[in-house]
């Protein structure tokens, strides 16, 4: 069982930055893949990014994300953070951490969930 808890939300104007975290307790961090995902009301999850179950170069970004956003992970310290530079309204959103012991970029594979961070941005 792996439990997640997210920190670093809030709310910026466009252009600001945030760092998101994500801290893991019960097992290791290194054995999972993490990933970010995001939600708007009323609609589904949404793939921001993911890293690997050691870190280093596995990641892979969504679109939206790619070029201002930046996951890394300090297994050390059993967290994934999520950079987020050039936040801009269309960010806003609850953002969600998650753990899976493989690699995807669909929300329902993924079986552990933090409880989720808002994040709003105004123009």
């Known amino acids: 069982q792996v439990q997640l808890v997210e920190s670093g939300g809030g709310l910026v104007q466009a252009g600001d930055s945030l760092r998101l975290s994500c801290a893991a307790n019960?097992?290791?961090?290194?054995?999972?893949?993490a990933g970010w995902f995001r939600q708007t009301p009323g609609n589904e999850r949404e793939f921001v990014a993911l890293?690997?179950?050691?870190?280093?170069?596995?990641?892979l970004y969504a679109a939206s994300a790619k070029g201002r956003f930046t996951i890394s992970k300090d297994n050390a310290q059993n967290t994934v953070f999520l950079q987020m530079n050039s936040l801009r309204p269309e960010d806003t959103a609850v953002y969600y951490c998650?753990?899976?012991?493989?690699?995807?970029?669909?929300?329902?594979?993924?079986?552990?969930w933090g409880q989720g961070t808002q994040v709003t941005v105004s123009s």
């Open positions: 890293i690997s179950a050691f870190g280093g170069g596995g990641t």
């Open positions: 019960g097992r290791t961090f290194n054995r999972y893949w």
């Open positions: 998650a753990a899976h012991t493989s690699g995807s970029t669909r929300a329902r594979d993924y079986p552990y």
